[in-house]
C-alpha cells in the first residue's frame, strides 16, 4: 500500500526554524513531482512549494519565498520543506502531497506547525 | 485573498444538482488544462475527485463531474447525497510564478 508519513511539526516561537520530512512507502518518490500544501485552524488549503523529480523545478507560495525551501532525496524516498523565520500566520497542518497527471492523488495525514511565544 | 474564486457556500437538497465555480484568469484556468478539484470532510484529508478539468480518478462516483469555459471551471454534482456534504477546493496550474493556485473553497450543505 502506498503512503506519505510526514514529521517534525511542533511548537516552535516565532522567528525560530522547523525542518519538515516526508516519508514515502510502497512506491518510488524518485518517479513524482512532489508538494507541500498547508491549512490553517479552520482555513483553506495553501499550496507552499513544488518541487520536480530531479529538483530542477521549483516553486513557492508567495508567502513562504525566501523563508522556506523544499529539498528531496530520491535514494532516501522523502521530502522535506526547511521553514525559517517562520511567523504566526505559518500556524497550520503541512501536507505532502504527490502530483500524478497534475493531480494531487495522495496526501500524507499532515503535521501540525504551531508559531507561538 | 485567493487567487481563483469560488462561492463560500452552496446548498442543495438530497437528489438535486449542483454546480461549483472556480474563476481564474488566462494565466491559469483560463490558459491551462490543468484543474483539479478536491473533497474534503470535517478533520480529514483533501480526496481528488476530478483532475485536468474533466477527468475522474477510479473510484469517484460518475455524479461528479468536471467542465471549463473561458477562464471558469465547474464541478457539477448530481444525483446530491448526504455524504458529499463537505468542502471543495479547485486548484490550478499557473504560469505567473507559483505553479499552483488554490481557490478560497465552497461549504456545500446538503439540505
Known amino acids: 500500500e502506498v503512503h506519505l508519513v510526514e514529521s517534525g511539526g511542533g511548537l516552535v516561537q516565532p522567528g525560530g526554524s522547523l525542518r519538515l520530512s516526508c516519508a514515502a512507502s510502497?512506491?518510488?518518490?524518485?518517479?513524482?513531482?512532489m508538494n507541500w500544501v498547508r491549512q490553517a485552524p479552520g482555513k483553506g488549503l495553501e499550496c507552499v512549494s513544488y518541487i520536480s523529480i530531479a529538483s530542477d523545478n521549483i516553486f513557492y507560495a508567495d508567502s513562504v519565498r525566501g523563508r522556506f525551501t523544499v529539498t528531496r532525496d530520491n535514494t532516501r524516498g522523502s521530502l522535506y520543506l526547511h521553514m525559517n523565520g517562520l511567523r504566526a500566520d505559518d500556524t497550520a497542518v503541512y501536507y505532502c502531497?504527490?502530483?500524478?497527471?497534475?493531480?494531487?492523488?495522495?496526501w500524507g495525514q499532515g503535521t501540525l506547525v504551531t508559531v507561538s511565544s | 485573498q485567493s487567487a481563483l474564486t469560488q462561492p463560500a457556500s452552496v446548498s442543495g437538497s438530497p437528489g438535486q444538482s449542483i454546480t461549483i465555480s472556480c474563476i481564474g484568469t488566462r494565466s491559469d484556468v483560463g490558459g491551462y488544462n490543468h484543474v483539479s478539484w478536491y473533497q474534503q470532510h470535517p478533520g480529514k484529508v483533501p480526496k481528488v475527485m476530478i483532475y485536468e478539468v474533466s477527468n475522474r480518478p477510479s473510484g469517484v462516483s460518475n455524479r461528479f463531474s468536471g467542465s471549463k469555459s473561458g477562464n471558469t471551471a465547474s464541478l457539477t454534482i448530481s444525483g446530491l447525497q448526504a455524504e458529499d456534504e463537505a468542502d471543495y477546493y479547485c486548484i490550478s496550474y499557473t504560469d505567473s510564478g507559483t505553479f499552483w493556485v488554490v481557490g478560497g473553497g465552497t461549504k456545500l450543505t446538503v439540505l
Open positions: 510502497g512506491f518510488s518518490l524518485s518517479s513524482y513531482n
Open positions: 502531497v504527490r502530483d500524478d497527471m497534475w493531480a494531487f492523488d495522495l
